[in-house]
């Protein structure tokens, strides 16, 4: 049998408006985009990490393609599992059924949201995902007062800490927002890694749901999938093999939560394309993550992603850019 040929490209994306989390700034969205043909058939994958995440670097990802070029027999080490996403996606073995999904608006942190939340709202957006822990709880607090005195009924919010809160400000949070139970969705990550049973007695005592991010990568994540009973935020192109991951995230689609890295529109379909195999995975999804000053997301903001728009997103249009 022929080897398959493959060859990469990288890209270099810079935020419209630096995108700002618990971590700080971020900027500058780097990775690759891969080029499988094989048997007579071509496909595309994206290798785009976060280390902080528990991803592989940017230069470790870089050094294993360029020797998978030249020996594309190679196993992908398990220390690189978005390059492992990335080949698994580019030349699937089978394909689902095209689905639609809501997305979730994405806000920016500080006062900003306030206004931002209104013109989502008045694009149809229902559910809301808005970074915390970027400002003093005190402050966010004020802010997330005023969204909610705007927000259409039926909208819900997400909190998204990365992990930045300590145990007292989580629990400062969980009484501040018994007066908006209704809008709440749930609070993602708001304690570091490791502290994840902290936040499951947390979520029991307050109502509120909590749910895992950082927490779902890197080794441990196997062991949240069995255990942790909330919202499960899966960013399917860091979590290596996409079939391994399928036949991971299935008994527990009801509660997946799929969620961008701030890919280009080659790994949005690759995503896209693992959520259309889950079948029960009914949250919105987290991809409105387009805020870049080039064109390489294939899309446009919406609170739907549709069918119709999936079907134009063409990957080898994307590639030639670069």
């Known amino acids: 049998m022929t080897s398959p040929q493959i060859s990469f490209r990288p890209y270099r994306r810079t935020f419209t408006n630096a995108l700002?989390?618990?971590?700080?700034?971020?900027s500058v969205r780097e990775g690759f985009l891969l080029?499988?043909?094989?048997?007579?058939?071509?496909?595309?994958?994206?290798?785009?990490?976060?280390?902080?995440?528990?991803?592989?670097?940017?230069?470790?990802?870089?050094?294993?393609?360029?020797?998978?070029?030249?020996?594309?027999?190679q196993p992908v080490p398990e220390a690189l599992p978005c390059c492992a996403f990335a080949l698994s996606r580019a030349l699937p073995t089978k394909e689902s059924v095209m689905r639609e999904y809501a997305v979730a608006g994405l806000l920016p942190a500080g006062e900003e949201a306030v206004a931002v939340a209104a013109e989502k709202t008045g694009l149809g957006y229902r559910t809301l995902k808005w970074k915390v822990g970027v400002e003093a709880p005190e402050n966010e607090q004020a802010i997330l007062e005023k969204i909610c005195q705007t927000l259409p009924e039926g909208v819900e919010l997400r909190l998204d800490a990365n992990g930045a809160w300590t145990e007292a400000v989580l629990g400062d949070w969980l009484d501040f927002?018994?007066?908006?139970?209704?809008?709440?969705?749930?609070?993602?990550?708001?304690?570091?890694?490791?502290?994840?049973?902290?936040?499951?007695?947390?979520?029991?005592?307050?109502?509120i749901a909590l749910a895992l991010d950082e927490s779902m990568n890197g080794p441990e994540a196997t062991k949240w999938l069995d255990e942790w009973t909330g919202p499960l935020v899966i960013k399917p192109l860091l979590m290596g093999d996409c079939q391994s991951l399928l036949d991971r995230l299935q008994p527990v689609?009801?509660?997946?939560?799929?969620?961008?890295?701030?890919?280009?529109?080659?790994?949005l379909d690759n995503a896209l394309c693992l959520a259309d195999a889950l079948q029960g995975m009914?949250?919105?999804?987290?991809?409105?993550?387009?805020?870049?000053?080039?064109?390489l997301s294939g899309r446009k903001s919406s609170a739907f992603l549709r069918a119709s728009e999936r079907l134009q997103l063409d990957p080898e249009e994307l590639w030639k850019r670069l």
């Open 20 to 26: 700002r989390t618990s971590r700080g700034a971020w």
């Open 35 to 73: 080029r499988v043909e094989a048997a007579g058939r071509i496909g595309y994958g994206e290798v785009a990490p976060i280390p902080e995440f528990g991803s592989e670097t940017v230069e470790a990802a870089r050094s294993f393609l360029q020797s998978l070029a030249a020996d594309p027999s």
């Open 177 to 207: 927002l018994q007066a908006f139970r209704g809008r709440i969705e749930f609070i993602e990550q708001p304690l570091p890694v490791g502290m994840e049973r902290r936040m499951a007695a947390c979520s029991d005592g307050s109502g």
């Open 253 to 267: 689609a009801s509660r997946v939560v799929l969620s961008s890295v701030f890919e280009t529109g080659v790994g």
């Open 282 to 295: 009914n949250h919105a999804i987290g991809f409105d993550t387009i805020n870049f000053s080039d064109n």
